[in-house]
């Protein structure tokens, strides 16, 4: 017995075909585990900086990331209370 052709080119497609997707997924498993140890390095620069700039300007510091403006906690707070009091002035307007 054996294959006719058709069968045998269809087999041989599908074998390499698997074997193409099983190589992809390897190489995809291995980029992978060179993007977790970017994340890692990345994370230990981030605590590194953070630990330092704690240091300089305190625990409760909050900072902009778009002005690089540092402020207290207690400077945002009363911030964010302000807008959201401003916010309830104008919603009141326009009902009126």
């Known amino acids: 017995m054996k294959l006719s052709e058709e069968q ?3 087999v041989q497609e599908l074998q390499n075909q698997f ?3 099983k190589l992809q997924l390897a190489d995809l498993v291995y980029k992978q585990s060179l993007l977790i140890k970017k994340l890692d390095e990345l994370k230990d620069q981030f605590t590194t900086l953070e630990q ?3 240091e300089e300007f ?3 510091s909050v ?3 778009k002005t690089g403006i ?3 906690k207690e ?3 009363k911030e964010d209370a302000e807008k959201a009091a401003n916010q309830e002035a104008i919603k009141e ?3 009126v």
């Open 8 to 10: 045998l080119k269809n």
């Open 19 to 21: 074997s193409g997707t």
């Open 52 to 54: 330092s700039l704690i």
């Open 58 to 60: 305190g625990q409760d």
């Open 63 to 65: 900072i902009d990331l």
């Open 70 to 72: 540092v402020k207290t």
């Open 75 to 77: 400077e945002v707070e």
């Open 93 to 95: 307007i326009k009902k």
